[in-house]
């Protein structure tokens, strides 16, 4: 059984921080590419991180490059979302998900076939 959990959202002042977790099992495991996407109501999917699960490439959201942080434990089975210095426009539901292909800069959702439920983050003074 396939299954992508999320977790640490919540409330948090402007300059707060806050760190997110996916806990992934079953086959999702195989996947190759780990990322961190979000959603506001009315807007499209977009992209913040993505992390190879094999090698630990990296690539950044030009947007959130420098406040964000993303990693995996040594197995790829934990991938995480350190999220610092955030902003109102910040506020989202956030969605890990895995693909097959090895990540690329574009964060193209549709490549990804494999999504958690969300969680939402909230910056609000």
């Known amino acids: 059984q396939v299954k992508l959990v999320e977790s640490g959202g919540g409330s948090v002042q402007p300059g707060g921080s806050l760190r997110l977790t996916c806990a992934q099992s079953?086959?999702?495991?195989?996947?190759?590419?780990l990322g961190w996407f979000r959603q506001v109501p009315g807007k499209e999917r977009e992209g913040i991180a993505t992390?190879?699960?094999?090698?630990?490439?990296?690539y950044y959201a030009d947007s959130d490059k420098g406040r964000f942080t993303i990693s995996r434990d040594n197995f790829g089975n934990t991938v995480s979302l350190q999220m610092t210095n955030l902003k109102p426009e910040d506020t989202a539901m956030y969605f890990c998900?895995?693909?097959?292909?090895?990540?690329?800069?574009?964060?193209?959702?549709?490549?990804?076939?494999?999504w958690g439920q969300g969680t939402q983050v909230t910056v609000s003074s």
């Open positions: 998900a895995a693909g097959g292909r090895l990540c690329s800069r574009y964060m193209r959702p549709s490549e990804y076939d494999y």
């Open positions: 079953g086959l999702v495991t195989l996947r190759r590419c």
């Open positions: 992390i190879n699960r094999g090698d630990g490439v990296k």
